[in-house]
């Protein structure tokens, strides 16, 4: 079974910037596409950004409004999240995603594998 790792989660004051990783514990898992997720409490999972591992083509909605920034190391099949300027509406457990897929997708249930998730709390 693959295992997606999350690190880097922890409490930080708004405003500041904190930086999210993501290791798969297989290399050869046959993934094409990564992802992060987040959740806050009685909220649906949310989509952050995506990226593409082989040519590092990212994907982010709208909303994030560009304070946050995913990118890879295909070597050691990680993804990472850096999210700036935060605030607390960013406060959530961020979930890493991987899929077999090529296509950058917004759907959670696009992906295949996920990670048990790392918590982001941000303070006033």
């Known amino acids: 079974q693959v295992q997606l790792v999350e690190s880097g989660g922890g409490l930080v004051q708004a405003g500041e910037s904190l930086r999210l990783s993501c290791t798969a514990s297989?290399?050869?898992?046959?993934?094409?596409?990564m992802a992060w997720f987040r959740q806050a409490p009685g909220k649906e999972r949310e989509f952050v950004a995506a990226?593409?591992?082989?040519?590092?083509?990212?994907h982010y909605p709208d909303d994030v409004k560009g304070r946050f920034s995913i990118s890879r190391d295909i070597t050691k099949y990680a993804t990472y999240l850096r999210g700036d300027d935060l605030n607390s509406e960013d406060t959530a457990v961020y979930f890493c995603?991987?899929?077999?897929?090529?296509?950058?997708?917004?759907?959670?249930?696009?992906?295949?594998?996920w990670g048990q998730g790392t918590q982001v709390t941000v303070s006033s």
């Open positions: 990226i593409r591992l082989r040519d590092g083509t990212t």
């Open positions: 297989r290399r050869d898992f046959g993934v094409n596409s």
């Open positions: 995603a991987a899929s077999r897929g090529v296509v950058l997708r917004r759907e959670p249930d696009s992906y295949d594998y």
